[in-house]
């Protein structure tokens, strides 16, 4: 019978997430990705940040200037969060995304002072394109080159 050595520097720290030796598919799931985010506020009014649920990581945007646009970008595994913004003091409209470890990845957008942000968060269920306010405002998430996503969220004067 043939004899096989074996070999291993058995005190040697290993990072299982650059060294793949669990297999692409687990180092995929277990390493980082890169997200970006796009608030576009097409108003003529200050988007403020009145409430937000962050469920996993933060909510990456405080108050959004009139005709701006707002970029953030996350190096995670994984997020999930979601924040209400009032606008002329009256208006509000709620933001949410998620891309869990496991499962798709959704979006959601309403224009309502009716419900929580939690409550809007908790009830998106893909990541299907997204409209409210009489079809003014969207939200949708789009793939770019290197596999890299952004969720995007338009908002136009709906009142």
């Given amino acids: 019978m043939a004899s096989h050595q074996f070999s291993a520097n058995l005190q040697k720290p290993i990072d299982v997430l650059t060294e793949n030796i669990l297999g692409p598919a687990t180092s995929a ?23 937000a649920h962050n469920d996993s990581d933060n909510w990456p945007f405080d108050s959004i200037e009139p005709q701006h646009t707002a970029v953030a970008s996350l190096d995670v595994k994984s997020w999930s969060f979601g924040a209400m913004y ?3 003091d009256q208006h509000k409209i709620i933001l949410a995304g998620s891309s869990p ?3 798709k990845d959704k979006i959601a957008i309403e224009a309502t002072a009716e419900r929580s942000v939690k409550t809007v ?3 998106m269920d893909d990541g299907n394109d997204k409209a409210t306010g009489g079809n003014k405002c969207r939200a949708y998430i789009k793939s770019i080159e290197g596999g890299q996503k952004v969720w995007i969220y338009e908002i136009f004067p709906w009142w």
């Fill in 121 to 123: 968060w908790d009830e």
């Fill in 86 to 88: 009032e606008l002329l």
């Fill in 101 to 103: 470890l496991m499962g």
């Fill in 29 to 51: 799931l277990l390493g980082k990705h890169k997200y970006k985010f796009i608030i576009s506020n097409k108003t003529d009014a200050i988007m403020k940040r009145v409430q």
